[in-house]
């Protein structure tokens, strides 16, 4: 029998005094008796006594805490993602669950992503184990019952900010009546709502635009912090010998596409690298009224994402020569599916570069969706979006009004 170290010693006094120290008499007498008559030496003391095993250094596995945070995670964005960092924080097992179609429907109004593309958001977080469609908005017993036994959930997760039933009661009060609840802190600066509020005010029809609370264009509210980028960071750099992959873009407004395309581009190397455009470079392409999200929102979105491995924060248009050298890039690739594809119409290609040096690849886009299309299912159904974030900001007002001070995050 094999022991791990010599605190089986220090265990067995601890536990089982007596016992123990009638076995070490009797090896101390046979010690002592072989050694005066020249007698054969005692064998080893585990061997002599076999059930001192009990004594063996016990191999306690410490029970992982699974955690469970749900949500609708409509138009995510990176304080959807924080959420999840901070819920990951609080256990070792972070389990997420997507409230269904039906359930936002009924309790906040129509959603703009499909289940589908919602739980492809959700699953592509680096923070995020497991994952339950159709979750329901509200913590039922049954339900909670279900995480308790079932997922053997041992807390449920939620921000500091009130989540109300249409009947005006606490989303959560029967976890907190269990005393299986904990609390995180919101991400300021930014929310579903306030993003709708970004895409009707960028369309190109005054009527919706003007009649639209906050006409004239949108202004981010986030303040981006050093502690924030590196806590979605992955901290690590490639290896010497890594294959290399680069992928830009403007990835604004963060969606299914997205995450598909880069977990494409990861699987052609060992380290993904992606360059995020800067707010000029995407107005000059598109309009004014772009990005929707600025630079350091889009950043720590693609940060969030479990297939990224580093970003460029204001990544250049062109890919130039030194830039491969300098990060090692082992191909470029590009999506078939874009907002804009304008260095095919005459302008100057971006990949010019890395195409001479036969490093460049066009990878089939797995969706179809982009940005455009995402805001235009908003600005096609702007009536019901409109009413929906009046209620909405009404609440938020009184979040901000009555807010206090919460350590953490």
Known sequence: MEFESSSWIRDGVFYYPHLFGCIMLTCALLSFSSSYFGMKSVPIMPHLFPDLSLFHKKKYSKKRVRVYMDGCFDLMHYGHANALRQAKALGDELIVGVVSDEEIIANKGPPVLSMQERLALVSGLKWV?????????????????????????????????????????????????????????????????????????????????????????????????????????????????????????????????????????????????????????????????????????????????????????????????????????????????????????GKSDPYAVPKSMGLFQLLESPKDITTTSVAQRIIANHEIYEKRNAKKEASEKKYYAEKKHVSGD
């Not at 339950?132 to 036994?149: G, K």
């Not at 901290?235 to 010998?241: D, L, S, Y």
Request: proline share 5%; hydrophobic share 35%; net charge negative.
């Open 129 to 345: 184990d497991e994952v339950i469609p159709n979750a329901p908005y509200e913590i039922t017993e049954e339900f909670m019952n279900s995480l308790f036994n079932e997922y053997k959930i041992d807390y449920i997760i939620h921000g500091d900010d009130p989540c109300l039933l249409p009947d005006g009661t606490d989303a959560y009060a029967l976890a907190k009546k269990a005393g299986r609840y904990k609390q995180i802190k919101r991400t300021e600066g930014v929310s579903s709502t306030d993003i709708v509020g970004r895409i009707l005010s960028s369309s190109n029809d005054d009527k919706i635009k003007n009649g639209f609370p906050n006409k004239g264009g949108h202004v981010s509210h986030f303040l981006p912090t050093s502690r924030r980028i590196v806590q979605f960071s992955n901290g690590k750099g490639p290896g010497p010998n890594s294959r290399v992959v680069y992928i830009d873009g403007a990835f604004d407004l963060f969606h299914a596409g997205h995450v598909e395309i880069l977990k494409s581009a990861r699987q052609l190397g060992d380290f993904l690298l992606v360059g995020i455009y800067a707010d000029q470079t995407i107005s000059e392409l598109r309009g004014s009224h772009f990005p929707l999200m600025n630079l350091h929102e889009r950043s720590l979105s693609v940060l969030a994402c479990r297939y990224v491995d580093e970003v460029i924060i204001g990544a250049p248009w062109e890919v130039t020569k030194d830039m491969m050298t300098t990060f090692n890039i082992s191909l470029v690739v590009h999506g078939t599916v874009a907002e804009n594809n304008s260095f095919f119409d």
